[in-house]
């Protein structure tokens, strides 16, 4: 009986644990999502230089022309409501996750939802920099989709393994049931006969 009972507790703790991590890399992610910077992009034309650090909520210029951090307005936050969507993503992702709701798969791909569409323009955009050898870059940050797959990838959930997997192919005569020998038997004898 205390077999049984010790099973129970460390599946409860194995519950608890998943429902733990679920939560906080849920919250780390979304927070990731909304504060963390998604481009830093460089300027330099005629001797003025430009810098700055973009993010959804917030961004950080310094440049010749005056320095400051600014809070995007509410109005221009509205505007992105789709970006802001797609970064909330994988921590919905991770969490269903680790709640055993979604395949390891499908939290993979949801991980890289959030920062897939700032990768590509950042991508593009350093591309074009250097082809041009012009003074312009911008990098694209996925601190997002990097704490995500490093969650994923520390915390991984272990796989179930079926048993039962394949055990509906056809059986070899000699494991048949006496049952089923006689049934076809009885069939290839109806066949053979003439009348």
Do not use: C
Request: without cysteine; glycine residues 8%; negative net charge.
């Amino acid at each position: 009986m205390g077999a049984f009972e010790s099973g129970s507790n460390s599946a409860d703790l194995h519950v608890k644990d998943m429902s733990r991590i679920a939560n906080a890399s849920g919250v780390t992610i979304a927070l990731l999502g909304l504060l963390a910077p998604v481009m830093m992009m460089s300027a330099n034309y005629d001797g003025y230089v430009d810098f700055a650090i973009q993010a959804i909520l917030w961004s950080f210029n310094l440049g010749s022309f005056g320095s400051g951090f600014q809070f995007i307005s509410l109005y221009a936050v509205s505007t992105m409501f789709p970006l802001l969507i797609l970064r909330m993503v994988p921590a919905y992702v991770i969490v269903r996750y680790y709640h055993g709701k979604t395949t390891r798969k499908r939290a993979l791909i949801g991980v890289a939802v959030g920062d897939i569409l700032f990768l590509a323009e950042g991508l593009l955009f350093f591309v074009f920099s250097y082809m041009s050898m012009g003074s312009f870059l911008l990098v694209p940050l996925p601190f997002e989709m990097l704490a995500g797959l490093l969650v994923l990838w520390r915390f991984p959930i272990p796989e179930p393994t079926r048993p039962w997997e394949g055990s509906d192919e056809t059986k070899p005569w000699w494991e048949k049931e006496s049952s089923e020998k006689t049934a076809s038997s009885d069939a290839n004898d109806d066949k053979n006969r003439l009348w």
